[in-house]
């Protein structure tokens, strides 16, 4: 069974560094898509960044990139130049089709502090 | 685009009763929606899967005379909680997936119910 693994509950990071947050992942499949997704406050889930496995090239998307390493199963988070705006919870989550079914698989999650 | 509604975003029910959840996509057909239930500090568990016209499909553990979904028409998906107990107190989020979102493949949440049991 696929699983997603957050080894760190929370971290923090100062207005303007940079943070990384990891996850790991198993899965016997060689074709999926791996996100991360902000919850803030709210509640509502964000999209942050997508990742197919078949990329070998890491995504971006402004200050947020991947490092996808598909070997050792790991799929680090990069946000550059924090902003308060980032705190957050942040999830991991492996897209799982199976019998034509799908599902996402999150991990536990990141709680992100960002200090002024 | 690819917005995604629910309603109501807190709802309070007394013990015994039931309680209906809805859930749109405002701009594309939601082929498949889905149901996820977080409890405070945890991360987001899947309920069920719902295609447009077809019975949902429960994850081991979900009792489904209990969780009801009903995926009626490509905008409207509905989870009714019957006979409700404090325990199913919870955030109660849906996602949709389907055709005229941004993505095929993608997921779109909408903002999520607080439910809460008395």
């Known amino acids: 069974a696929q699983t997603v693994t957050q080894s760190q509950p929370e971290m923090s990071v100062q207005e303007a560094e940079t943070v990384t947050l990891s996850c790991t992942y198993d899965?016997?499949?060689?074709?999926?898509?791996l996100f991360w997704y902000k919850q803030p406050p709210s509640r509502q889930m964000i999209l942050v960044i997508r990742?197919?496995?078949?990329?070998?090239q890491n995504a971006t998307e402004n200050r947020f990139s991947v490092n996808f390493q598909k070997a050792a199963k790991s799929f680090s988070l990069k946000i550059s130049d924090s902003q308060l705006g980032d705190a957050a919870m942040y999830f991991c989550?492996?897209?799982?089709?199976?019998?034509?079914?799908?599902?996402?698989?999150f991990g536990k999650g990141t709680k992100l502090t960002v200090n002024p | 685009g690819a917005v995604v509604s629910q309603h109501p975003s807190w709802v309070i029910c007394k013990s015994g009763t039931s309680v209906k959840i809805e859930c749109r996509s405002l701009?594309?057909?939601?082929?498949?929606m889905f149901w996820y239930r977080q409890f405070p500090k945890q991360s987001l568990m899947l309920m069920a899967t719902?295609?447009?016209?077809?019975?949902?499909?429960?994850e081991q553990g979900v009792e489904k005379d209990k969780f009801l979904i009903n995926h009626a028409s490509l905008t409207l998906s509905t989870l009714t909680v019957t006979s409700a107990h404090p325990e199913d107190s919870s955030f109660y989020i849906c996602?949709?997936?389907?055709?005229?979102?941004?993505?095929?493949?993608?997921?779109?949440f909408g903002p999520g119910t607080r439910l809460t049991v008395t």
């Open positions: 989550a492996y897209r799982r089709v199976q019998g034509g079914s799908e599902k996402l698989v």
């Open positions: 899965t016997s499949e060689s074709d999926y898509y």
């Open positions: 996602s949709a997936r389907g055709v005229g979102a941004g993505s095929s493949y993608e997921q779109y």
């Open positions: 701009d594309f057909q939601a082929t498949t």
């Open positions: 990742q197919e496995a078949y990329k070998q």
């Open positions: 719902s295609n447009e016209g077809s019975k949902a499909t429960y």
